[in-house]
């Protein structure tokens, strides 16, 4: 049943696709982050369905009216220059066979992300891609927060398998990412009963993040929810509210949870801890000696002695080929020096942009909803940075529609369109006449211009 539903929409979808592309991009990003066909027993499990929505949300580009041209600006132009990079590197690839596969996969993510700028602008398309990243991640985060509470935090909340999103870190990591989108989305949300359901899914997410055991994810969630804490207008009254109910909680969490957050400080003598330290020297030691173009892909693919040969130290476990679990030395193994200072800049030019966007409409009530997409996408990058120092999620395609988003938002707030027309009729500051005049009132003076008006403050 299940298989057949998931095939039903996304074949079913394809024809609306052709004529209206950035549906496309709606329908891709929830099959790249739920995965919903993944949940299914059947055909649908091996079917390429994320290829089949991509191909044909391409096809419709090319046809359609209704797009922009990428703004390559900031970020966008070095996450141009950072794609052609890993196709170079990917020459110089210690294990090629693998790192070509892993190159076309990062392609195809790179490729969705320029597309996206071109397909999504205005509003309302920007919130309903925002509103769909939300639901397909946070799907897990109210059904793992659920499971939780119904056994007591006793099990480890896990994402769907065979996905990018499959493990506990992985999924961890997801769900900090889009906690703030949530809060920020529910700010700006003028429907009751929406914004008390986005609150309701923050909670029972921020509970599932919780029951992840994944230290990388605990480390980020506190992260964001103390610069979520300095956003709350009345901040002083919620911490004396959530204060009773944060201690008594902590005396019924499970032990296991204790245990794992106390690991942090003795990572000394925590095997995991010593073996991604030791994924650390490796990449770092590769790096040394290939500065410019690293080991390429799937760096971890190589044979454990020659992996083995540029690890800094040995320890007391099996001594094999790991993943780097870090972004940072993950780019740093596979790319090189170079790699890693444009990954680094892409990340410190998105954070820049996002600051740029929120000063830039400080004081424009009519554009503050580009103001908590950004304060979103800001916050969220953040629990990006900080977890992915622990996680191998460099190319998790969550990062670069973070990207995108802060493009677009860019290009609204640059082409004079934060202010919908529809939130300019709802608020009066704009009248449309039967005729090409408009009227815009302004402390009862009217103004008669011919043809729609310009930008306005």
Known sequence: MRDIAVISIVFGSLPIILFRPWIGILMWSWIGYMN???????????????????????????????????????????????????????????????????????????????????????????????????????????????????????????????????????????????????????RDEENAWVKRGLLIAMGLTVIAVIFTYSRGALLGLCSILLLLFFKLKKKWLVAILLLPLIIFGIRFLPSGIITRAETIQSFQEDHSAMQRIQSWSVAWNVAKENPLTGGGFDLADVNNEKWLSYASFMGDWHNRARAAHSIYFQILGEHGFV?????????????????????????????????????????????????????????????????????????ELSEGEGVGHETALRTGSIQKVPTTQWHLNRGGVNHHDIGPPQRFN
């Open 36 to 186: 919903p066909h993944k949940l299914a027993w059947g055909i649908a499990t091996s079917m390429p369905l994320a290829m089949v929505i991509g191909i044909a949300t391409l096809v419709g580009l090319l046809f359609t009216k209704e797009r922009k041209g990428v703004p390559l600006r900031g970020e966008m132009l070095v996450v141009l220059v950072l794609t052609i990079y890993f196709t170079i590197t990917t020459f110089y690839s210690w294990v090629p066979d693998s790192a070509w596969i892993q190159w076309e996969k990062v392609m195809k993510i790179l490729l969705m992300t320029f597309v996206t700028t071109m397909l999504i602008y205005g509003r309302k398309k920007i919130r309903l891609l925002m509103i769909t990243i939300v639901i397909s991640i946070g799907f897990y985060g109210v059904k793992g927060g659920v499971f939780s509470i119904l056994t007591g935090g006793q099990y480890r909340i896990w994402g769907p398998e065979q996905t990018f999103l499959g493990g506990n870190n992985e999924i961890g990591l997801a769900m900090i990412m889009i906690l703030p989108i949530m809060y920020f989305l529910s």
């Open 339 to 411: 790699g890693l200072f444009l990954f680094l800049m892409v990340m410190i030019m998105t954070f820049s942009t996002l600051r740029e966007i929120r000063k830039s409409v400080a004081d424009d009530q009519h554009r503050q909803w580009l103001a908590n997409y950004a304060a979103g996408i800001q916050i969220g990058l953040s629990g990006y940075a900080i977890s992915g120092a622990f996680l191998s999620m460099a190319y998790f395609d969550l990062f670069y529609a973070f990207i995108a988003i802060t493009a677009i938002l860019s290009r």
